[in-house]
């Protein structure tokens, strides 16, 4: 009976507390502050989201927009007098998605890697270290239409200035179409890519490792632990979490990837994301619904790639903090 009754009893006394008046209050007070931010939220993202999955299910079309019916998942898929018809039957569609992991992928692990050196370099003490912090910002604060702008005449095939370097130095014979030709236009979209977003990463990481303790470097530098051992055993899995965040900013930015491909190669099938080939549903085939379900799709693929990374992030750091 006793045996029984002690367990129950640590049980009880260890089930989290109630909250208090206060706390109550508090919560209170943080909701009614939030809610005018999520009204405003749900209007201007929600709304349009909401109306763009409904326009998944329609035949709308801009040259008629008044009148459109329901079609279900006929913009999807759809079986029709012995062939698949739709998004998920669109060898393109599947192109852009391609292209749109690829660049993903490339680019943000290379903006990573390239990032976690940069903030390591940004991070030690050395003369001048303010200056080059503000100065290695200035790509990310470029627009990324005028950087795309910008570099689609250096990597111009007759005017670029990049050719023209890398003629001079003997590393090319005659000069590349670097966005017109199909083996480099990926290529070309993610080089830019990383020289524009590489500070961006570097920023947040840098933030991580000005966060960290000193004392456990100190008893590095006491114990003669080489450093690198130091970076994989104590710098890394301390700024793990900010890498995460650096990684999912950057993975959701790289995803929905629109104005640096089509500033630099436009509707190219070579290049083209899903975000490109929604705007060309949309716009130049005026396809409202068809449209509507690519950039439905589009969302969900991002959602759900981002869940993912999240849910794998936490199971990592719970098995590094066991």
């Known amino acids: ?83 698949w018809y739709g998004l998920l039957a669109d060898p393109d569609w599947w192109n852009a998605v391609r292209n749109t992991l690829v660049f993903a992928v490339v680019s943000v692990s290379l903006e990573t890697v390239l990032g976690l050196i940069i903030a390591l370099a940004l991070n030690a003490s050395f003369p001048g270290r303010g200056v080059l912090r503000v100065a290695i910002l200035i790509p990310w604060a470029i627009p990324t239409v005028v950087s795309a702008k910008m570099w689609s005449w250096m990597l111009h095939d007759q005017f670029g200035v990049l050719n023209d370097i890398l003629i001079g130095l003997g590393i090319l014979s005659q000069p590349l179409a ?50 690198v051992k130091v970076f994989f055993r104590v710098t890394l899995p301390l700024i793990r979490p900010a890498i995460m965040v650096a990684v999912i900013f950057r993975l959701l930015d790289a995803l929905r990837i629109f104005d640096l491909i089509y500033v630099l190669t436009s509707n190219s099938a070579d290049t083209m994301s899903m975000s490109v080939y929604a705007r060309q549903q949309l716009v130049d085939f005026q396809a409202v619904g068809y449209g509507s379900a690519a950039s439905t799709l589009l969302f969900m693929i991002i959602a759900l790639l981002t869940v993912v990374y999240i849910v794998a992030g936490k199971v990592k750091l719970a098995e590094g903090g066991r």
């Not at 670097?178 to 990926?186: G, Q, R, Y």
């Not at 840098?206 to 456990?216: E, F, K, S, V, Y």
């Open 1 to 83: 009976m006793t045996r029984t009754a002690l367990p129950q009893a640590a049980a009880g006394s260890l089930a989290p507390p109630k909250p208090s008046a206060l706390g109550r209050e508090r919560v209170r007070s943080a909701w009614i502050f939030l809610a005018p931010m999520l009204g405003v939220l749900l209007l201007v993202a929600g709304w349009p989201l909401v109306r763009t999955i409904y326009f998944g299910f329609t035949d709308a079309d801009l040259s008629d927009f008044a009148s459109y019916e329901f079609i279900g998942f006929a913009n999807y898929l759809e079986y029709d007098e012995g062939e």
């Open 178 to 227: 670097w966005t017109a030709d199909p083996d480099l236009a990926m290529s070309a979209v993610i080089m830019v890519d990383v020289w524009k977003t590489t500070p961006f990463m570097a920023l947040l990481i840098l933030a991580g490792l000005q966060m960290l303790p000193a004392d456990c470097y100190e008893a590095a530098r006491v114990d003669g632990v080489h450093p």
